[in-house]
């Protein structure tokens, strides 16, 4: 089974940065565009930010573009989100997924989730 563990999260002040990892075992090759979602309080499970197979290709919410940055190790079987300029609007659980698609227009984790991670930004 595909598992996945991600670490990284925590709490920082408005301004602040955070790298997030996220580390996959269980995959036979890196084949799958990976990514990140994020959950805050009330609110549904959001698309973050996506790497292709091969990190040749990058995809960004609005709210994070310019801010944020999706890379991927295919050696290591893991995907990273490097956060700069955190605001208190970025406090959210944090989820990686294995396989990120388009569905009409948008981004849909299809493949498994880790257990996420606590971001918290405070002003």
């Known amino acids: 089974q595909v598992q996945l563990v991600e670490s990284g999260g925590g709490s920082v002040q408005a301004g602040g940065s955070l790298r997030l990892s996220c580390a996959a075992s269980g995959r036979t090759s890196p084949s799958y565009a990976m990514g990140w979602f994020r959950q805050a309080p009330g609110k549904e499970r959001r698309f973050v930010a996506a790497v292709s197979w091969n990190g040749g290709s990058t995809y960004y919410a609005d709210s994070v573009e310019g801010r944020f940055t999706i890379s991927r190790d295919n050696a290591k079987d893991t995907v990273y989100l490097q956060m700069n300029s955190l605001q208190p609007e970025d406090t959210a659980v944090y989820y990686c997924?294995?396989?990120?698609?388009?569905?009409?227009?948008?981004?849909?984790?299809?493949?498994?989730w880790g257990q996420g991670t606590q971001v918290t930004v405070s002003s």
């Open positions: 997924n294995v396989d990120v698609r388009t569905v009409l227009g948008d981004y849909v984790g299809a493949g498994s």
